[in-house]
């Protein structure tokens, strides 16, 4: 059974300060997802990634797939940037769910 | 406007009682999923569909039914067999299986 671990659980940070949140997985992967969760419950899926790296304004992923390791990192971050960040992976099809499996996700708050 | 909806925003019911959950799409995707989230938790894969007229179990299925008779609907049903029920509940669905996922806003679900 894949294991999804993020780091760390909570981050409290400073207005405009270099944001990394870590994930690791145990087993093969076919692509992994970094998802933002706001207060209200809603999710937003912000990228998929299955090599490399990833940027959308803000926002970097990458992903080392020999490693078994990503990272989300936010630039110049701001306070509605505070959510939680969910790291989730797609098992290799061939033999489970092919839902995602979850991280328990990263609450960050950016305090301004 | 295309997107993924879920009614009721939340819903009681009493012990006991079974309750259907409302997922529509309105995106064409293929395959839809049902996740619950509880405190603490990551989210956990109940059902998934990759196609009308079939779907497969998740990781904790039991207590649960689906349906999927059309593809913009994966109507969920929690039922008396649920020993805990009251979770917040998040429909998503994906052009296929495996692919990006788009998240509806969640049901959260209380047992008085």
């Known amino acids: 059974k894949n294991e999804v671990e993020q780091s760390p659980q909570n981050l409290t940070a400073q207005e405009g300060e270099f944001i990394t949140i870590n994930c690791s997985y145990s087993?093969?992967?076919?692509?992994l997802h970094w998802l933002q969760q706001h207060p209200g419950g809603g999710i937003v899926s912000l990228f998929m990634?299955?090599?490399g790296k990833k940027k959308h304004g803000r926002l970097i992923a990458t992903i080392n797939i020999q490693e078994k390791h990503s990272s989300l990192h936010i630039t110049a971050s701001h306070p509605r940037d505070s959510a939680v960040y969910i790291c989730?992976?797609?098992?290799?099809?061939?033999?489970?769910?092919?839902?995602?499996?979850f991280g328990k996700g990263t609450h960050l708050i950016i305090q301004p | 406007d295309g997107g993924i909806t879920q009614s009721p925003k939340y819903l009681f019911r009493k012990e006991g009682q079974n309750v259907t959950l409302s997922c529509e799409q309105n995106?064409?995707?293929?395959?839809m999923y049902w996740y619950r989230q509880d405190p603490g938790q990551g989210l956990r894969l109940i059902y998934y569909?990759?196609?009308?007229?079939?779907?497969q179990k998740g990781d904790i299925a039991e207590g649960y039914s689906v349906s999927r008779e059309k593809k913009e609907s994966f109507p969920l049903t929690v039922t008396s067999a649920q020993k805990n029920p009251t979770a917040f509940y998040l429909c998503?669905?994906?052009?296929?299986?495996?692919?990006?996922?788009?998240f509806g806003p969640g049901t959260r679900l209380t047992v008085l």
């Open positions: 998503a669905s994906s052009l296929k299986r495996g692919g990006t996922q788009y």
């Open positions: 087993v093969g992967i076919s692509a």
């Open positions: 990634l299955s090599s």
């Open positions: 989730a992976v797609v098992m290799y099809s061939g033999g489970g769910a092919d839902g995602l499996t």
């Open positions: 995106l064409n995707h293929d395959a």
């Open positions: 569909s990759q196609i009308v007229n079939d779907f």
